[in-house]
């Protein structure tokens, strides 16, 4: 089915260890997001990316590492998971920049 | 740096109207606005370019004031489908900002009831 989905939608982890999360979209878009949400924080965001091989960082990307060698796909990495990565993930894509973003159904992601 | 909304929670009865705010420090390109339900994803409502214009469908419609970096969100005459939160997302104006892309804010939780 066309769209963008996330895997896995729960994940529990035990601190130190690396977890990653995927994203894929089915539109050929050339932007592609991720976000975490927190209460309280809204939507922070993670890492974007322009088009495959073009990644930047966003407002909170420390822990975190992403790739994209595929503009389908856009994984979010945890190198080594702390608590206060615990939290729910959103993935976004959008077609071009100034367009809708379009969001996967989230990964709540749980650090013990 | 994540643009500003306010109030944070507003509850309001069936009807009545309500407005959400959205500032930023930053000159803007675009602001979109996107409504959540709880456990759900974020969805799209509209996006509001560069050049002060306002936006509408339904009930539900926005302006943007690119000079004072502000954007409103406006509901009339609400429904119980429309009690979630609601994100403004910007876009820094690339001239003056680069490369920023689309950040959202803190959120605004808006509950209707009958």
């Known amino acids: 089915d066309a769209g963008i989905t996330q895997s896995p939608r729960y994940k529990i982890t035990e601190t130190g260890r690396q977890v990653t999360l995927m994203c894929h979209q089915t539109?050929?878009?050339?932007?592609m997001f991720w976000y975490r949400q927190d209460l309280g924080h809204g939507l922070r965001l993670i890492y974007y990316?322009?088009?495959?091989?073009?990644?930047d960082k966003g407002e909170v990307p420390d822990g975190y590492v992403v790739s994209r060698s595929k503009t389908e796909n856009f994984p979010l990495t945890l190198e080594s998971a702390t608590r206060s990565q615990t939290s729910v993930y959103f993935c976004a894509s959008c077609y071009r920049d100034s367009t809708k973003a379009f969001f996967g159904q989230g990964t709540r992601l749980t650090v013990v | 740096q994540q643009p500003v909304q306010s109030p944070q929670a507003v509850i309001l009865r069936e009807g009545e109207d309500a407005v959400i705010n959205c500032s930023s420090s930053k000159a803007l390109y675009s602001v979109h606005w996107y409504r959540q339900k709880h456990g759900e994803a974020p969805v799209f409502l509209m996006i509001l370019l560069k050049g002060g214009e306002q936006k509408g469908h339904d009930k539900i419609s926005a302006s943007f004031n690119e000079k004072k970096q502000q954007s409103s969100l406006y509901l009339t005459a609400s429904q119980l489908s429309y009690s979630g939160t609601y994100f403004c997302?910007?876009?820094?104006?690339?001239?003056?900002?680069?490369?920023?892309?689309?950040?959202f804010g803190t959120g605004t939780r808006l509950t209707i009831i009958p």
């Open positions: 539109w050929s878009h050339s932007y």
């Open positions: 997302g910007t876009e820094a104006d690339f001239v003056n900002f680069g490369n920023e892309k689309l950040t």
């Open positions: 990316s322009a088009a495959a091989d073009i990644t």
